[in-house]
Nanobody, 127 residues
Framework: QVQLVESGGGSVQSGGSLRLSCAASGYTVSRYCMGWFRQASGKEREGVAV???????NYADSVKGRFTISQDTAKNTQYLQMNSLKPEDTAMYFC?????????????????????WGQGTQVTVSS
């Protein structure tokens, strides 16, 4: 049984940083495609970043240069380092994994493209 458990969310001021973690069990990070998604209140869930086989990454234009996705295979954990946070980054952030490799840019993925989802962690950025 695959479980993805996010942590690290919280409230920060604009310009601050947070690091989200996604601890995986029953699934080996870096084996296939994993990602981070977010959903702001009243909006659809959108892709933030994906990582394929632990190496190849792709980011949404809105976070490029500010966010970094990474994985620690020893801890079987995925991370999202978020710097220079803006109020528009406020959302629930979800970790997701699929049983295949990444095949397109992060902005093209839909929920059905990923087999496993975490419960989410809230990030709130105040101005």
């Amino acid at each position: 049984q695959v479980q993805l458990v996010e942590s690290g969310g919280g409230s920060v001021q604009s310009g601050g940083s947070l690091r989200l973690s996604c601890a995986a069990s029953g699934y080996t990070v870096s084996r296939y495609c994993m990602g981070w998604f977010r959903q702001a209140s009243g909006k659809e869930r959108e892709g933030v970043a994906v990582i394929d086989s632990g190496r190849f990454t792709n980011y949404a234009d809105s976070v490029k240069g500010r966010f970094t996705i990474s994985q620690d295979t020893a801890k079987n954990t995925q991370y999202l380092q978020m710097n220079s946070l803006k109020p528009e980054d406020t959302a629930m952030y979800f970790c997701a994994a699929r049983d295949f490799g990444c095949y397109t840019g992060v902005h093209r993925y839909r929920d059905r493209d990923f087999n496993y989802w975490g419960q989410g962690t809230q990030v709130t950025v105040s101005s």
